[in-house]
């Protein structure tokens, strides 16, 4: 089945333009969205005041009235620059059957289990909606904690205080077989080509950052787990740092989609073969 994936968008609809374009053409049979799909939460582009409703839900409802029975199953997840205020119109458009939101979820399909999760490490910026501490209460020099900035949805302290993404991905994927499974995160996991920030020479009191900003608990899983494929955005600029969009640890095929340039980062993959993918800068 040729399956697109895309990440990190952020409310540019000169790229999803391009991107229903492609589905139009190329008619796929799954599309994944990582995360970071609305404009910028501290400086909101021209358009329309609610995007999901307005600009996503009309747009995707356009490409299914045309495609009629060739429309793609959609999956897709928020991230950490979306405001979780969103979240209730992205569940609430599920209904109109123009995706399927698959955050903390399992759905499956005839071929293949697709899970989501949108959660992130700490990081230096202040909203919190989608952050977590990794696989202890560490936070990263420059890093603000979980508990510290603010939120757009009220939210149980305890959890945030002691919940980890580790725990989370436990808890997601219980004793599961995950042969046949993807996994859509927009966290990149820890120490790969595809987590790599610049942040070359940075230092916070003395203290070099670490220029890997992905999620160890993620990394962990995958290498134990090993699912078939794991999609991931977040930081935009790894591909052009590392040179590379794509991973494989044991059996499992890590994909890239975030991207610093202007253009729309469209990976295209096969869930039979997904060794052939490619990813095209349109």
């Not at 405001?83 to 209904?95: D, Y």
């Not at 698959?102 to 005839?110: N, Q, S």
């Not at 436990?170 to 790969?192: K, N």
Request: proline share 7%; aromatic share 10%; glycine share 8%.
């Amino acid at each position: 089945m040729l399956s697109f994936f895309c990440s990190d968008i952020h409310g540019h609809t000169d790229r999803y333009r391009k991107l229903f374009d492609a589905i139009l053409a190329e008619r796929p049979g799954a599309v994944f969205l990582g995360g970071d799909l609305l404009p910028h939460a501290m400086a909101r582009l021209p358009g329309p005041p609610d995007f999901v409703g307005d600009y996503l839900v009309r747009e995707f409802s356009r490409a299914k009235e045309e495609l009629g029975d060739d429309y793609p199953r959609v999956f897709l997840i928020l991230g950490n620059d979306d405001p979780r205020v969103e979240e209730e119109a992205v569940i609430e458009a599920e209904s109109l059957g123009v995706w399927n939101y698959v955050h903390g979820r399992r759905v499956e399909t005839p071929d293949f289990s697709v899970y989501g999760y949108s959660l992130v490490p700490p990081t230096p910026f202040l909203m919190k909606d989608w952050e977590r501490y990794d696989v202890s209460r560490f936070v990263d020099p420059g890093c603000v904690s979980p508990e510290e900035g603010r939120r757009g949805v009220a939210c149980e302290m305890r959890d945030v205080k002691y919940g980890t993404i580790a725990r989370d991905l436990d808890d997601l994927a219980g004793d599961d077989d995950l042969e046949r499974a993807i996994f859509l995160f927009h966290s990149p996991p820890y120490d790969t080509a595809l987590d790599r920030a610049a942040l070359d020479g940075r230092t916070i009191d003395h203290v070099p950052l670490d220029v890997h900003v992905g999620s160890i608990a993620i990394r962990r899983f995958v290498e134990e787990r090993q699912p078939l494929v794991t999609l991931h955005g977040h930081v935009h600029e790894a591909a052009r740092l590392t040179g590379a969009w794509r991973e494989q640890i044991g059996r499992t095929h890590l994909f890239g989609g975030a991207h610093d340039g202007p253009e729309l980062a469209l990976v295209r993959f096969d869930t039979s073969h997904p060794e052939r993918a490619t990813r095209e800068l349109i």
